[in-house]
């Protein structure tokens, strides 16, 4: 028994890295500027820790089978090192492991939430609701009207609560219920929940943030793909949050116009 | 690994009463602190919204404190007359019986005391859910009130216990004035809190 | 002043009567079985749970016969709606987190067996210990109750996030009359928990032995010690927030709900509540009480182990060491919960550094039971086996952490099946591993009977092989991007995952199916099992100097005195390989 142990787990070991190894499941393709930087976080822990994995499986597979069934009278005895040669080791491989991806890593995520967006990035703002996202685009005068909860009307198609009638600035807003943006341009997007916890997660951009409602966040990424991208919301908001996405349109800087000026005239 | 075993010298085998434990109130004490200093946490993030404003602490609030630190020296002097070199004459039960029993009338006053505070803030117009500072005043009160009512419950025991066995555990009492005091401690610390920061 | 003050501690007679022997028992034994009971129970019940939601993910519009009885709105027809897929995903989590993972290896073994390893007769608050078991139990009706109202259970996850948990039933199915049950649920078992905690830390600290110094006592009996120390603190941050969120859900108050919220189109009536607040109370309660439920498990291992290698393991000191610095990190990490929460991102790099060191303990004990196990002396049982699977398992949801920790990398596995992945690794496998460890191995001494060992292996390599197909591929799942949560998938991508969902869910219902043969196992034994010795493993601890099962105080007339740590395998000697803790025999070079 002590011998199929080991020959168990190795089998174990071995088949749970061979997707690993053989790039059988990952991430879909990086369609933004800072995604290569993550990509490359993922890849290095997945080298230490696949490897410590492997390793440690098959040292516990090892020790099982050579140290089970034994004679009669055979001697116990401890390995060289005993526990001050464990600690030690402990200490020199996770401490390295650490450091390095402690403080390295930092570069990824400080450019992800450590950068201000440029004042000449596209401002949109994305609202999260149950169970839909809708996006506004500022328009022509730049700014975004006014937000007035006590006025959304879903039948009316007014999701944002805008009072054109009152509110200047909110005439010439354009809400959509598809983000689209022009390729390698910088997008600001403001995030505002209407009503519980939602967050927004695109895969190929490499970018999560929560929704809070209450709390005004923002992220900003650039894409440098054309292409139709879905965003899904990852925070549990209810029974339709499985079905609760938008897709994000990547397009040229031509076609990125044209749109607007099409959803413009639907509004 | 191949230690050998020399055949024992024979020891005696010691019995004796069971062990009370001594340490069990503290124990207890510091969960009641953690729970508090969650709800102490929870004002301090609360306090940076825009809609915080201000609660200013009803006067009774002082006088009930008064008495909550009375039944305090109440208890203590129970406690003295049951504990220590003092003579230790049967008779002697019924003065900490007399403690005992002020312990529990001024503890109960100090509740009827928070209970009038609520009333004062409620001719106010200021209830539970009516802004963020109401609702940690009700909060904070209302929970140490409560803790408060499970000391008394304890005290009712231990008057039990004195006047009808005329005895009472060591540990018992130990506990019981222990949590007496915390009691009053944490009453000071809410008021500073009410005070200064509601 | 003797006669006014007594020094002892209240001894109890033996019981008499069956309510007072078995229902309401004051000993220890009977309410530390009563927990492992409860914990029986609620597994299975979850596993159930589990089985269903696997179930509907591939087979999303299969009848399940019988379900429609149970729930008439949530699964009509037996088709279970999206809403009660969540509701059951809510269940399952807060069962097992709660009623299984706290139960059984730390109430459960714990209660029975830490009075026992310190040569006490019973815990220091029989009364307020037997109080603390009903009141778990009252925790565990009122939680159930919420299956068999009409709105149903709730649907926020056993983690129940602000405002969706807190606005009430505007908000969705299950979340009026379901969420209160489970905040009232979750407010009365923190209140068992810390009567639990505070007889635990008392025992251990008053009534040892004598000679039983904090040294002395077993890996497991640290492991109680340094939890219920954790649990102490961490279910009194937990019971605070429950009363937030049950105030702001039934008496108007706004701790959690900020204004202007329009949710199924009525304007909420609260302001200025801050959502994050419930997250920040919530996980500085729940990464404690995830170290709560592996700690016991690494001190039952440990304590298994040790007995099963004949030999001692090379430093017990320095898994204790490490252990109690686990736990002094556990309330420095939380944050790493909330990495994309909105929350403060530089604070996200700081929670990732305790994290990431939290690490170093875990590895050193990793390495310690890998180093012991070079020149060791392994017995091969039920017992042996799932301990030394638990170190498998260990490794493998330990490893994964790793990738979490990294706030860059958790932009992108956050809320993914990684996550799952990775807690469903060390909760719910390495941890019931251990309480299968623990069960093969003391069952004997709680019943007098050994269990069956043909069907424990059977067991063992069913569950061994079962759970790695089922959860390892979660984590492939997770790096393509797979979303949790979700009761179907629609999204563009998934189409392609489906096989290896389908793998997931046949071998979760087969490994589901194999937990029958220890249940079989356990019940048939305790009748029909070969009886068993005072020591049938030939431990060195104080639970094998007394009789399978232990006299009603435990140790008889006189208490016992301890002379050694329980460390002392791997000698020679007339009686074996070993020396028991109240063994006066001299040892040289201890």
């Known amino acids: ?21 053989t790039h059988m499941y990952v991430q879909p393709v990086d369609i933004s500027t800072h995604g290569h930087a993550i990509d490359e976080q993922l890849a290095d822990t997945m080298a230490e820790a696949g490897l410590s994995f492997v390793l440690a499986q098959l040292l516990l597979a090892f020790c099982v089978w050579k140290f089970s069934n034994r004679k009669e009278g055979a001697k116990v005895f401890h390995v060289w090192g005993g526990a001050k040669l464990m600690v030690v080791g402990a200490f020199i491989l996770v401490g390295t492991e650490v450091l390095a991806l402690g403080v390295f890593g930092q570069k990824a995520w400080a450019a992800v939430y450590f950068t201000s967006p440029k004042p000449d990035a596209l401002q949109v703002q994305a609202q999260a609701g149950q169970f839909a996202f809708y996006f506004r685009y500022p328009g022509p005068d730049g700014k975004f009207g006014p937000l007035h909860p006590d006025k959304i009307d879903e039948g009316n198609q007014n999701y944002f609560g805008l009072d054109p009638a009152n509110d200047v600035e909110a005439r010439d807003d354009i809400v959509t219920a598809e983000l689209a943006i022009p390729v390698n341009r910088e997008i600001h997007l403001l995030m505002h929940a209407k009503d519980v916890g939602h967050s927004f997660y695109v895969r190929e951009l490499r970018i999560q943030q929560d929704f809070v409602p209450g709390l005004d966040l923002s992220l900003h990424f650039t894409a440098t793909q054309a292409g139709h991208f879905e965003i899904l919301c990852t925070q549990l908001c209810g029974l339709g949050h499985y079905n609760m996405k938008a897709y994000l349109s990547v397009l040229s800087q031509e076609d990125f116009e044209k749109w607007m000026k ?3 005239s639907e509004q | 690994m191949s230690l050998t075993i020399h055949s024992p010298a024979v020891l005696p085998r010691l019995s004796g009463p069971p062990k ?3 340490s069990g109130i503290w124990i207890a004490l510091f969960a009641i602190t953690m729970s508090f200093a969650a709800f102490t946490s929870a004002l301090f993030i609360r306090e940076a919204s825009t809609d915080w404003t201000h609660v200013a602490a009803p006067r009774v609030l002082f006088a009930s404190t008064a ?30 019986l007399a403690f005992v029993a002020a312990t529990v009338l001024l503890g109960l006053t100090f509740v009827a005391g928070q209970y009038l505070a609520w009333r004062s803030l409620a001719a106010q117009g200021l209830y539970l859910a009516t802004n963020p500072n109401s609702s940690f005043f009700y909060l904070l009160t209302g929970v140490h009130a409560l803790h408060v009512l499970g000391g008394i419950t304890a005290l009712l025991y231990l008057f039990i216990q004195l006047a009808v066995q005329k005895s009472v555990r ?13 009691m009053a ?3 000071l610390y809410l008021l500073v809190v009410i005070c200064v920061r509601l | 002043m003797e006669e006014a003050l007594k020094s002892q501690a209240h001894v109890h007679a033996p019981a008499e009567g069956f309510l007072w022997k078995y229902v309401f028992s004051l000993d220890h034994k009977v309410i530390g079985k009563q927990y492992y009971a409860l914990a029986l129970l609620s597994v299975f019940v979850g596993m159930v749970l589990s089985w269903l939601m696997r179930f509907h993910l591939v087979w999303p519009n299969a009848k399940i016969p019988g379900l429609a009885l149970i729930a008439k709105t949530g699964a009509p027809g037996g088709i279970i709606t999206p809403e009660y897929y969540l509701s059951l995903l809510t269940m399952h989590g807060t069962l097992m987190v709660f009623f299984v993972l706290t139960n059984a290896p730390f109430a459960g073994f714990g209660n029975y067996f830490l009075p026992i390893q310190i040569g006490a007769e019973d815990m220091a608050f029989p009364r307020f210990n037997m109080m603390s078991f009903w009141t778990t139990f009252v925790a565990f009706v009122v939680l159930i109750a919420a299956f068999f109202i009409p709105d149903g259970p709730p649907i926020s996850g056993w983690t129940a996030y602000a405002p969706l948990s807190a606005i009430g039933k505007d908000a969705g199915p299950g979340l009026g009359w379901g969420q209160n049950l489970w905040v009232i649920a979750i407010g009365i078992f923190c209140i068992g928990q810390l009567l639990g905690s505070l007889n ?13 110094t904090l040294m002395r006592m077993p890996i497991s009996t640290w492991a109680w010690f340094i939890t219920s120390s954790i649990g102490l603190l961490a279910f009194a941050v937990l019971l605070p927030a429950c009363v937030l969120l049950l105030l702001d859900r039934m008496a108007g108050t706004s701790f959690f709900i900020p204004s202007g919220l329009v949710v199924s189109d009525r304007l909420q009536n609260h302001a200025g509540g801050s959502p994050l607040l419930w997250q920040h109370l919530f996980w500085f309660f729940g990464h404690p009480e995830v170290y709560i439920a592996i700690l016991p498990a690494v001190g039952i291992v440990s304590h298994v182990l040790t007995n099963s290698l004949r030999k001692p393991l090379l430093s017990a000191k320095v898994i204790i060491y490490s252990m109690m610095s686990i736990g002094f990190l556990s309330w420095m990490v939380w944050g790493h919960h909330m990495f994309v929460s909105g929350m403060n991102p530089f604070s996200s790099l700081l929670f990732s550094f305790p994290t990431l060191t939290i690490t170093i303990p875990a590895t050193i004990i990793t390495l310690i039971w890998l180093g012991s196990l070079y020149g060791a002396n392994i017995q091969i049982n039920s017992a042996s086996f799932f301990a030394l699977g638990f170190i498998s398992m260990f490794v493998s949801g330990g490893v994964s952490g790793f990738f979490l920790a990294q706030p860059s990398i958790d932009i992108y596995l956050h809320a993914t099946y990684f996550v799952v992945g990775h807690f469903h690794m060390v909760m719910g496998v390495a941890a019931i591993f251990a309480i299968f460890s623990g069960t093969y191995f003391w069952f004997p001494k709680m019943t007098g009977r050994m269990m069956n060992e043909t069907l424990g292996m059977l067991h063992f390599w069913i569950t061994f092989v079962g759970t790695y197909c089922i959860f390892m591929p979660f984590h492939y799942l997770g790096l393509v991007g797979n979303v949790r949560r979700y009761a179907s998938f629609v999204d563009d991508f998934m189409p392609a995952l489906m096989p290896l969902h389908k793998f997931i869910t046949i071998a979760a219902l087969t490994t589901g199916a194999a937990q029958f043969i220890f249940l079989f196992n356990l019940i048939h034994s305790r009748f029909r099992g070969k009886p068993a010795s005072a020591n049938p493993w030939k431990g060195t601890s104080l639970e094998w100097s007394v009789p399978s099962p232990p006299p009603w105080n435990n140790f008889g007339r006189e208490r016992p005195v301890v002379y050694h740590d329980p460390y002392q395998y791997g000698l020679k000697g007339s009686t074996g390989d070993f020396v028991m803790q109240t063994s006066p025999e001299q040892i040289l070079n201890e």
């Open chain 2, 185 to 187: 401690a944490l009453w």
């Open chain 2, 170 to 182: 060591r540990n018992l009492l130990r506990g019981v004035v222990v949590y007496w005091h915390f």
């Open chain 2, 67 to 96: 008495v909550l630190l009375l039944s305090s020296l109440m208890m203590e002097a129970s406690r003295r007359e049951l504990d220590g070199s003092r003579a230790p004459k049967i008779n002697e039960h019924g003065r900490s």
């Open chain 1, 1 to 21: 028994m002590g011998k199929l142990f080991g020959v168990i787990l190795t089998i174990i070991a071995l088949a749970s890295a061979y997707p690993i190894v």
């Open chain 1, 262 to 264: 099409q959803k413009a």
């Open chain 2, 20 to 22: 009370g434990s001594e």
């Open chain 3, 200 to 212: 635990f830390i008392a025992t251990t600290l008053d009534l040892r032995a004598k000679g039983m």
